[in-house]
């Protein structure tokens, strides 16, 4: 069974901490992905990745960095966590090369807040 | 640029229909997707169009007019476990998926 895990359901930071969100999935997946959530906004992609040390800046990159070292692992670190960046973060994958044409499976999400 | 839009709210009677509108302006259109995702939890994957036309899948059915750059979902025979956003995407060919807002479906009984 297709699984995506996110290491927290919430999380709270304070203002100016350096903030890791770790992201696994267990299907082999070349692609993954980093999104933010926002009412009115909806899902916006931050970075992707689709090997192992490949990285890609999404639509809103700044004030965030990724790691991807491992196939199954994406980490999303917020160096310098900022209010602005309290939001509901969501991490998925999905199989095949480069291309957007695959389903992508989304882990449970991570709501963070930054104080 | 690219514009994807959808209903923000939508309500409906427990055993209608709903039918949950997207259109969309975007380059190098590849497809589009539909995603359900109940409150708190993830979205999870209910269709993908490529070409024009109905798709049906049990009680979804999803339809694509890439000329008019347009596409529905339809939900028949609602019931009260219906009740989620349906997120509308749009697949391009430059590798990235771009999300509409979201329309956040109510079904009362």
């Known amino acids: 069974d297709v699984k995506v895990t996110q290491s927290s359901r919430y999380l709270v930071k304070r203002t100016g901490e350096k903030v890791f969100l770790e992201c696994v999935q267990d299907?082999?997946?070349?692609?993954m992905f980093w999104y933010r959530q926002d009412p009115g906004l909806g899902l916006r992609l931050i970075y992707f990745?689709?090997?192992?040390?490949?990285?890609e800046k999404g639509d809103i990159p700044e004030g965030y960095s990724v790691s991807r070292e491992k196939k199954e692992r994406f980490s999303l670190i917020l160096e310098s966590a900022s209010t602005n960046q309290t939001s509901m973060y969501l991490c998925?994958?999905?199989?095949?090369?480069?291309?957007?044409?695959?389903?992508?499976?989304f882990g449970p999400g991570t709501r963070l807040t930054v104080l | 640029g690219q514009n994807i839009d959808q209903p923000t709210e939508m309500t409906a009677t427990e055993g209608a229909i709903v039918q949950i509108n997207c259109t969309y302006q975007?380059?190098?259109?590849?497809?589009l997707f539909w995603y359900q995702q109940h409150a708190g939890e993830a979205p999870t994957f209910l269709s993908y169009?490529?070409?024009?036309g109905l798709e049906e899948k049990g009680r979804f059915s999803s339809f694509l007019s890439r000329s008019k750059g347009y596409s529905y979902l339809l939900l028949k025979e609602l019931q009260m476990k219906d009740s989620a956003s349906y997120l509308c995407?749009?697949?391009?060919?430059?590798?990235?998926?771009?999300f509409g807002t979201g329309t956040r479906l109510q079904v009362f009984p």
């Open positions: 998925a994958s999905s199989s095949q090369g480069r291309g957007s044409d695959d389903e992508q499976f």
């Open positions: 299907m082999d997946h070349e692609n």
């Open positions: 990745s689709y090997d192992v040390k490949m990285k």
């Open positions: 975007t380059s190098g259109f590849n497809g």
């Open positions: 169009n490529v070409l024009d």
């Open positions: 995407a749009v697949s391009r060919n430059t590798d990235k998926l771009i």
